[in-house]
C-alpha cells in the first residue's frame, strides 16, 4: 500500500494515541510504524509528552467536595421544586386565554373565525382521519435503532517487558475475550452499541480501559511479553503464565465482567 | 424534528411497560461532579469558583432527562460557557481596578511562600499562557472526553482536534521548562 510509506503527520499520531482511528485508519498506522523508526520515535516523544502534561496539571488538583456539594446542591433542588416557574405559568396561563377566546369567536354565527374555520379545516375534518401522521409516526418506531457503533479501541507497541490491560468501571454485561498474539502490539479492541462511551488511555506497558459498557471488549497480549495481565475493576483476571493466557479466580467469582481467553 | 419524535416514541415501542425511570440526580452528581469540579479547578484555579460554576450547572441540567453519557458533555458545554461568561465579567472588574486600584488584592497570600503553592503558580502560570479554547480542549481530553465531543465545546472541526490537542500539550510543557529555566536563572 503506498500510504504505509508516507510518514504519519501529527494529526494521525495524536489520534493513535487517544484511541481515535478506525480500525483501518489504525491498522495502517501501525503497519507503518513497524516500519518506520522516525514515525515509531515521534509517536513516543508525543506519548512522553503528555505524560509530562498529565502529571503537571495534577499538581493543580485538591480534592472535590463533593459530600458538602451534593448537600448543597439537594437544598437548591428542594428550592427550585418550590418555585414558581413565571415564564411556563404565564405560557399556560396565556395559552388558556386565547383558547378560550377562540372557542367563543367560533360559537357565534357569521365571525371571521368560524368563517375561516368553516373554509379551511372543516372540509379536511370530513375526511377520514389519514394515515400520514399515523404512518410517520409508526415508521419511526419500526425503525430498527440506529446502531452507530463502529468498534473502536487502541493498541501500542511493547515497551520492555511488561503489558497490562487495567479495565475500570466496566458494566457487568461486559465480556473480555483475551488472547495472545505474535505481534509486539497490545491493544484492545471495543464491539457493541454499549461500548462506544469506553474511553482509553495508554502508557508505556499500560492499556486502561474506562466505561465500558455491554458488549464485547477483545484483548491482543503479546506473546513477547516476560509479564502480561487483565485487570478488571481493580482484581487481576488474566495472566501471562509461559506461552499461554489463565484465567484467575477472580474472574470466576461472579459479579462482574465475564472473561475468556481465546485462541 | 424528526429526532425528536423519534426520541420519544421509541422508549414506548422498545419497553411496553412504560416510559423510562426518572433520573437519579443524587447519583448522577456523584458520578459526574468529582470529573467537572477538577476540570473547573484546573480551568479557573480557585476552588470556590469551580463549585459554583459546577452547582450552577447541575442545576440547569435538572429536568432534562438526559441519559448519563449526553448529561456529561451537556454539563461540560454549559459549565464551559458559564466559565468564560465569568472570565469576561472578570476582565472587565480588572480594567475597573485598574483605574481605581484596591490595594488588598494585591497583597501576597501567605501560602504563596509554600514551595507547594509556588509549584502549583507556576505549572498555573504555564497554563494560562495557553489561548483560553486550548485549555479547554487539553483539559477535556484529560477527562477522557472524545474528538467529536471536544470539538463541540471548543467550537473546532473534529478534524483539527488532534493537530490542536498536540500543539497545546506541546506549548504548555515548553511554557513550564521556561519557566523553570527562568527560574534557575533568577536563583543563579
Not at chain 1, 482509553?200 to 480501559?209: K, M, N, Y
Not at chain 2, 479547578?41 to 447541575?58: K, V
Not at chain 2, 454539563?75 to 460557557?81: E, G, Q, S
Request: net charge positive; hydrophobic share 45%.
Amino acid at each position: 500500500m503506498k500510504t504505509v510509506n508516507r510518514h504519519l503527520g501529527e494529526s494521525t499520531l495524536q489520534a493513535l494515541l487517544d484511541g481515535e482511528l478506525s480500525p483501518p485508519e489504525r491498522a495502517a498506522a501501525e503497519a507503518h510504524l513497524g516500519t518506520c523508526p522516525a514515525c515509531a520515535a515521534e509517536l513516543r516523544d508525543l506519548r512522553a509528552l503528555h505524560e509530562r502534561a498529565t502529571g503537571l496539571l495534577a499538581r493543580l488538583d485538591t480534592p472535590a467536595p463533593v459530600a458538602q456539594a451534593q448537600m448543597r446542591m439537594r437544598a437548591r433542588r428542594h428550592r427550585a421544586a418550590r418555585a414558581i416557574h413565571w415564564p411556563q405559568a404565564l405560557l399556560k396561563a396565556a395559552v388558556l386565554v386565547l383558547g378560550f377566546a377562540g372557542v367563543a369567536a367560533a360559537a357565534v354565527p357569521g365571525s371571521p373565525v368560524r368563517a375561516w374555520i368553516e373554509s379551511n379545516v372543516l372540509p379536511h375534518a370530513a375526511r377520514p382521519a389519514t394515515p400520514v401522521l399515523v404512518v410517520a409516526d409508526s415508521a419511526a418506531v419500526a425503525a430498527p435503532p440506529a446502531d452507530a457503533s463502529e468498534p473502536t479501541g487502541v493498541s501500542i507497541g511493547l515497551d520492555g517487558e511488561v503489558m497490562r490491560v487495567v479495565i475500570t468501571d466496566a458494566s457487568p454485561k461486559l465480556e473480555i475475550v483475551a488472547k495472545l498474539v505474535d505481534s509486539d502490539l497490545a491493544g484492545v479492541l471495543a464491539r457493541g452499541p454499549m461500548t462506544k462511551g469506553a474511553r482509553f488511555r495508554t502508557s508505556p506497558g499500560r492499556i486502561e480501559v474506562l466505561n465500558a459498557g455491554a458488549g464485547t471488549l477483545e484483548v491482543k497480549l503479546p506473546r513477547s511479553a516476560v509479564r502480561a495481565a487483565v485487570e478488571v475493576n481493580g482484581r487481576v483476571y488474566v495472566s501471562k503464565h509461559g506461552e499461554s493466557l489463565v484465567v484467575q479466580p477472580a474472574a470466576t467469582a461472579g459479579g462482574g465482567p465475564s472473561v475468556r481467553v481465546g485462541g | 424534528m424528526q429526532s425528536i419524535s423519534i426520541s420519544r416514541t421509541r422508549p414506548r415501542a422498545a419497553d411496553p411497560v412504560g416510559p423510562r425511570p426518572a433520573v437519579d440526580y443524587d447519583a448522577l452528581f456523584r458520578r459526574l461532579y468529582p470529573s467537572l469540579f477538577r476540570y473547573l479547578q484546573r480551568l479557573t484555579g480557585d476552588g470556590d469558583a469551580a463549585d459554583d460554576i459546577a452547582q450552577e450547572s447541575f442545576v440547569r441540567l435538572l429536568g432534562r432527562d438526559l441519559p448519563e453519557e449526553e448529561a456529561r458533555l451537556w454539563l461540560f458545554t454549559v459549565a464551559t460557557n458559564l466559565f468564560r461568561d465569568r472570565a469576561r465579567t472578570h476582565k472587565r472588574r480588572e480594567r475597573l481596578l485598574a483605574v481605581r486600584p484596591w490595594t488588598p488584592t494585591q497583597l501576597p497570600r501567605p501560602d504563596e511562600a509554600a514551595e507547594s503553592a509556588e509549584n502549583v503558580a507556576r505549572v498555573r502560570d504555564a497554563l494560562s499562557r495557553l489561548a483560553p479554547r486550548d485549555q479547554q480542549m487539553l483539559l477535556m481530553r484529560e477527562e477522557g472526553f472524545r474528538y467529536d465531543e471536544i470539538a463541540t465545546v471548543a467550537g473546532v472541526a473534529p478534524g483539527s482536534v488532534g493537530t490542536l490537542l498536540a500543539r497545546a500539550a506541546r506549548r504548555f510543557v515548553a511554557a513550564w521548562d521556561h519557566g523553570d529555566e527562568d527560574g534557575e536563572q533568577a536563583l543563579g
